[in-house]
């Protein structure tokens, strides 16, 4: 049974984190979660309960999302910012040399990352330098990255959500990874 009353109360402060992680954007992760609860109210008699009431909210958010960037054409042109960026994007990582050979720049060398402290402390810390190196991603990366690596999205999917060709999506997992990888090398290892 669906609780509208209690779901700002019970479910906002969730579906929030998730909108921010996503966005990185206070106002549009506060404005998407209004429209979602405004969306659920309107659509509450679709409920089947074959989900959590939970799990129903945080789908109709992520729904919301996915509009959210094809709205704003976050990937619009996407291959040509990936032709316009491959040089420089090359140039970060890997040396002058022939790019066929892949030699990573010693200091873009991916380096071995310990174990340590307190994993409830770790998994804190992790995930505010995760959102800290997400923001930091050219725009055009971070809604298939979250998409894949954070919502753990089929690749099918991801393609068809934000209507990107496989190529494409394949340039922009490898290149979030890098710059990822590199983030936290320098922010948590």
């Known amino acids: 049974m669906l609780n509208p009353n209690k779901w700002l ?3 906002g402060d969730y579906l929030f984190s998730i909108a ?3 966005t990185n ?3 549009t992760a506060e404005d998407l979660v209004q429209e979602s609860f405004l969306s659920a109210i309107k659509s509450k008699e679709a409920f089947r309960g074959d989900s959590s ?3 129903w909210l945080v789908s109709i958010l992520n729904n919301k999302i996915i509009d959210y960037y094809r709205k704003k054409d976050v990937l619009k042109n996407t291959s040509e910012y990936l032709v316009e960026t491959d040089q420089s994007f090359t140039d970060a990582f890997f040396s002058p040399n022939n790019f066929s050979d892949a030699h990573w720049k010693k200091e873009a060398y991916p380096q071995g990352w310990g174990s340590g402290a307190d994993e409830s402390v770790i998994k804190s810390d992790f995930q505010r330098i995760l959102e800290k190196c997400i923001s930091k ?3 055009k990366l971070v809604p298939v ?3 894949k690596f954070i919502d753990d999205e089929e690749t099918d999917t991801i ?3 934000y209507e990107i060709s496989p190529s494409n999506y394949w340039v922009i997992i490898h290149r979030a990874k890098l710059l990822m990888r590199n983030c936290l090398e320098k922010n948590w290892v």
């Open 53 to 55: 009431e939970k799990t």
């Open 145 to 147: 990255f979250v998409s």
């Open 20 to 22: 921010m992680l996503k």
């Open 137 to 139: 991603m050219p725009p």
């Open 9 to 11: 109360e019970n479910y």
């Open 25 to 27: 954007n206070r106002e």
């Open 159 to 161: 393609c068809k959500d």
